[in-house]
């Protein structure tokens, strides 16, 4: 059992949780993987990491969820799996619970889809601005992460890459956003109003889907 782990922000990544553990606690990346998922082997992953059902085990008595819970307010599984039908839902469950997500991305036909995933991680400055004034720190957040969204459903502007790779090259690359994200000077893209406001538009709808609040997108479209 864990004796510390990092309480959780708004829309965080567990990605994003387990990189502010790795800051908070030091030591050997190896060792703290093993404590945190049951085994050194675990790779990170941005969207849909593997060995949920070992890491709700060895959280249980300091956050209290299943790795269904866990899945669903961190990971972007209920994003991919929101038009899916109950049997691709619940083996796609199953597999972020496994010790082995293979092919899962192909399964939610990720790594086909034309709407493809960013090639960093990333975040918008006002949002990094506000965290580190309230509290000294920040974190990734999902719905920035999201294929297709471009601005920030909150401040409205353009999300900033980092130079984070969204998949991430080593075993244990977890990144913490705060050393990603400190000294960065932005250059922002450019957007006309037009299409500002279907930007807006597209992070509002696609934060509902994450958040699997009703969505005004039929499956069809």
Known sequence: MLSYLPKPYDD???????????????????????QLFGRRGVRAQVDL??????????????????????????????YYTYYANVMLKK????????????GLHSKLVINTSRVKVPQFLRYCPECVSED???????????????????VCPDHKGVLANSVVPYRPIALWDFIDASEATRNL????????????????????????????????????D
């Not at 965080?12 to 993987?33: D, K």
């Not at 299943?66 to 961190?74: F, G, P, Q, W």
């Not at 580190?132 to 294929?147: D, M, S």
Request: glycine share 6%; net charge neutral; aromatic share 10%.
């Open 12 to 34: 965080e990544l567990l990605y994003s949780i387990v990189a502010r553990y790795f800051t908070h606690v030091g030591g050997a990346r190896g060792s703290i993987v093993e």
């Open 91 to 102: 083996r796609a469950m199953e597999a972020i619970k496994s010790d082995s997500g293979m």
């Open 132 to 150: 580190f004034e309230r509290w000294g720190e920040t974190y990734w957040r999902r719905t920035h992460q999201l294929p297709g969204v471009l």
């Open 49 to 78: 990491p593997s060995s949920l059902g070992r890491f709700a085990e060895n959280a249980a008595a300091l956050w209290g969820l299943t790795a269904e819970e866990i899945a669903e307010r961190y990971t972007l599984l209920p």
């Open 185 to 220: 000077n932005v250059s922002l893209a450019k957007m006309s109003d037009r299409l500002s406001a279907s930007a807006c538009t597209i992070a509002m709808r696609c934060k509902d889907i994450l958040l699997w609040k009703e969505s005004r997108w039929s499956s069809e």
